[in-house]
């Protein structure tokens, strides 16, 4: 997908306040200051060929922001929310909101499940693994019913300290 069709599936807000730790973007434009974070959403057919587009997209806001946040380990997590939304929440269109802040990433996936994910004893079995990895790799997760009748399933990854910042 390039540059240009990003815009046929993106709303991206961003939240500016005044703070301590702004985040600094660098575009094409120009430069920016964000203090709170940015907040990017996008929603694509529900097939699993769009798991890697929605990659992608994580890469390009991580890169938006500046963050530090290891974009390896939320790129295995967000798979791991859209496969299980995939295989479970029965929708028709896959739902990601990104909230890059300073000092975390929040991932949310959200599907039409009335049910509650949870862990799974994966066994000898293919499936079952998904949500056991994104309690492994993540600091924090859980899950909400919105009053639109969604659910969402969100985990959170606190970013790395930026190089040469004191810890």
């Known amino acids: 997908m390039t540059h240009g069709e990003w815009s046929n599936h993106i709303l991206v807000r961003l939240s500016l306040a005044t703070g301590k730790n702004p985040v600094h973007t660098r575009t094409s434009r120009g430069s920016r200051s964000l203090d709170k974070g940015a907040e990017f959403a996008i929603k694509l057919p529900a097939k699993a060929s769009n798991i890697a587009t929605m990659r992608r997209f994580l890469a390009h806001a991580l890169v938006l922001c500046d963050s530090t946040t290891h974009e390896g380990e939320a790129a295995l997590v967000l798979s791991e929310l859209l496969s299980n939304a995939l295989e479970y929440g029965a929708s028709a269109v896959l739902s990601v909101v990104l909230r890059v802040e300073v000092d975390r990433l929040t ?8 049910n509650e994910p949870r862990l799974r004893d994966p066994g000898s079995g293919r499936n079952g693994r998904g949500l056991r990895i994104v309690d492994g790799v993540a600091d924090d997760w859980g899950w909400s019913f919105p009053d639109d009748g969604h659910k969402v399933v969100w985990a959170a990854l606190d970013a790395e300290p930026a190089r040469g910042a004191p810890r």
């Not at 991932?107 to 009335?114: G, K």
């Open 107 to 114: 991932i949310e996936v959200a599907d039409e499940s009335p």
